[in-house]
């Protein structure tokens, strides 16, 4: 008898959840400032306007008061001045500081901003009599930058000499990724598809016992159609390392330890290029993480609640990559992609491939 297998969606909903305690590096979030004298004097008038304040016409700019750099924080004995509590910083962190800042100084006649309850990683406090008093500007050391016409350093392009990368140089004069081509019928570029051409692959091709193979929005293969073996695929650990009982790697041979005796299905995957993952074993699609401050960031995290009403609810009501029927996988469906041969983190390389900042999940694919 031959059992019917459906495909499931899961979302990793509780990816960032479920690993917040874990120990990571410090990110340089933190700006230190140089109080400096500089030789560049200014006379005149500025306009200041921010997000969160609105506009602050007619500031008088005079002269760089601080240099201020990216930096890491740690706290060696802090306590609160009035109670002598210690304190223990919160764990608040955000993106790495946005380069070096000189900071001028300004006089604004503007109206004032109202007081805010503001928390930081010292904890929470009520800010009172705000009044503009620095202008903190980009800045480089030395004379070479980004945009003087001149392709130096780390840089590959300039908006004014784009030959390394033609209509694709970047504000910070890296090169884009050319347009994709996906949707033109032809294989080119990062497609492993473009309906209908699949390129000869087929659901056997790929691992499967049958179905109907497709291709996604995002021209990968789309494996939703293809009906895995009913028997022999319950997925292996991964490990093809063994030990001894004092730690030190040995050879595998006559251990009868996991790294030898490997049962199990070898562990397969298939990015669809849609931002899912389908495991070839189970047959089931994964949501793949980012790192671009989407629904999908692997740095947000959620409460269980908002897991079902923000989070799933979100990626069905969005038709994300098709389906409308993802949700939270369950202990065994989540300890099914663990890849016990890799450490930190311990899943195959396909769930952690080109993870940087602002990558999207047709880009990259993140694991904390």
Known sequence: MRASIRLIRLG????????AGSVQAQTEDHLKCYK????????????IETAQFGLDPDCKITKAKFFCVPATKSNVDVVDAKTKDPITPLPLSGRPAPGDRICWQVKCPGALPPDQVVTDQFGTQNLTKFKTKLLCTLAVKGTEFCGDGTVNGSEVCEPTDDSACPGLCQVDCSCGVAPPTCGNGVIDGNDDCDDPDLGGATCESLGFESGTLACSVGCGLDVSGCVPFSAGFFPATGQMTCWDSGGSVVMCAGTDHDGEIQAGATLSYVDNGDGTITDLNTGLMWEKKSDD????????????DNTFTVHVATLNSST????????VPNRKELASILDLENFNPSVDPVFNTGCEPACTVTTCSCTL
């Open 36 to 47: 400096i004298k500089g030789d560049l004097k200014l006379k005149g008038l500025v306009n």
């Open 12 to 19: 990793l909903a509780l990816g960032a959840a479920l690993i």
């Open 293 to 304: 401050d989407s629904i999908h960031d692997q740095d947000t995290s959620y409460t269980w």
């Open 320 to 327: 994300f990559a098709g389906h409308t029927d993802w949700r």
